[in-house]
């Protein structure tokens, strides 16, 4: 995404190396801007803004837990727990939604 390019000059955290092309740069994954003497040009992109939802379709759940797992349990994992319906993971991971 573009708008992950957009940073303040100071912000930017070199991503290359002296001398690297603007080719070589994105080819990195990384922005290149050099328009701004005197501060990398090939630098980091803003990392992207995601969230994390437990998904709402029971039937695309990724089991994170075991048979008889406790929701304290799950949840000390890092992951959803809903105990229903059955047949599926009720301790389970969740999705990250870029914003």
């Not at 059955?86 to 969740?94: K, M, S």
Request: include cysteine; hydrophobic fraction near 25%; proline fraction near 11%.
């Amino acid at each position: 995404a573009r708008c992950q390019c957009k940073l303040a000059p100071r912000e930017r955290r070199n991503c290359g190396h002296p001398g690297i092309s603007a080719a070589e740069c994105r080819k990195a994954g990384c922005c290149f801007n050099a328009s701004v003497p005197g501060v990398p040009w090939c630098f980091a992109p803003k990392p992207k803004k995601v969230r994390k939802e437990c998904p709402n379709n029971p039937y695309t759940r990724i089991d994170c837990g075991f048979p008889g797992i406790t929701a304290k349990e799950c949840e000390r994992k890092g992951c959803c727990f809903r105990a229903q319906p059955a047949g599926v993971p009720w301790c389970f991971y969740h999705h990250v939604v870029e914003e």
